[in-house]
């Protein structure tokens, strides 16, 4: 069975953004994702895209969602829908959704695994916030908690869909 996993770090209340920055600096959490994401699909969002410092992702198959039916995305495919992503990757055994709040929100129905980062911090003024999701339909697998180098309390957080 393929797997559809979402991966996220967020802060207290799902806030996972600011003005589309990610508004804490984990260097461990970059790590982490990099390790779980590399050789796997990864599928985001236009914004989420436009954000990343370096693109495409290396080491990983970049599909973008995007309603601009003439948006381009230099080294990375582009899919009109969340259905026509997972759909360029059929033969996967792992996609990976990796935002932004929009397409977490449309993924989360679909997803078999969620692989969060929960930060010990409270964003004010954050603007995009994880989906909520049930304890009912999910089960809390693995917890590892960890302080960064630079002070911040985290954990590494695997569900997987009931």
């Known amino acids: 069975m393929q797997k559809i996993t ?3 770090a967020y802060a207290e ?12 600096y984990l260097p461990e959490d970059f790590a ?6 590399s ?14 410092p370096k693109k495409p992702l290396p080491d990983r198959r970049n599909i973008v969602i995007s309603r601009q039916t003439d948006y381009a995305a ?13 759909a ?21 129905p679909l997803a078999t695994d969620l692989r969060l980062t929960e930060v010990a911090l409270n964003v004010a003024d954050g603007d995009a916030f994880f989906p909520e999701f049930s304890a009912d339909d999910w089960l809390e697998t693995t917890r590892e908690h960890h302080t960064s180098t630079k002070g ?9 869909h009931r």
């Open 6 to 8: 979402l991966i996220a």
């Open 74 to 86: 230099e080294g990375a495919e582009v899919a009109a829908s969340l259905s026509e992503a997972l």
């Open 39 to 52: 050789g796997k699909p990864v599928v985001m969002g236009r914004k989420t895209w436009e954000s990343l």
């Open 88 to 108: 360029l990757c059929v033969d996967a055994p792992e996609i990976i959704i990796m935002g932004g709040a929009l397409i977490y929100a449309q993924a989360l």
């Open 152 to 160: 911040i309390a985290y954990a590494f957080v695997h569900y997987q």
């Open 32 to 37: 982490f994702f990099k390790h779980y994401t």
């Open 13 to 24: 209340h799902r806030c996972i953004g600011i003005s589309n920055t990610m508004p804490w």
